[in-house]
Nanobody, 124 residues
């Protein structure tokens, strides 16, 4: 079955960096757009960014452009989210999701499966 396991979250000071990983199994990874979303307490899950199945294109939400970078390693079935210049408002649970062959896949409805999430907390 499809499994997505996020890791790399934690507590960091404002201005710091974290690198999240999402290890995938149980499906054809290189035939899936992979997305990152986040959800703050009592808020909706929102799009952070995604990467097309080949790795040749990415999309980012405006609030992370220039700070976050998504990459993938199709040999390792893993997608990454490098987060730099973190702000307190980046505090949330971060989830990865599988988007099949959909593109640009900018909303949660475009994704079929989700991991359990990893908590990111940015202190001021």
């Amino acid at each position: 079955q499809v499994q997505l396991v996020e890791s790399g979250g934690g507590l960091v000071q404002a201005g710091g960096s974290l690198r999240l990983s999402c290890a995938a199994s149980g499906f054809t990874f290189d035939k899936n757009t992979m997305g990152w979303f986040r959800q703050a307490p009592e808020k909706e899950r929102v799009f952070v960014g995604n990467i097309i199945w080949s790795g040749s294109a990415t999309n980012y939400a405006d609030f992370v452009k220039g700070r976050f970078t998504i990459s993938r390693d199709n040999d390792k079935n893993t997608v990454y989210l490098q987060m730099n210049s973190l702000k307190p408002e980046d505090t949330a649970i971060y989830y990865c999701g599988t988007g099949g062959l959909r593109w640009p896949a900018l909303n949660a409805a475009s994704y079929d499966n989700w991991g359990q999430g990893t908590q990111v907390t940015v202190s001021s």
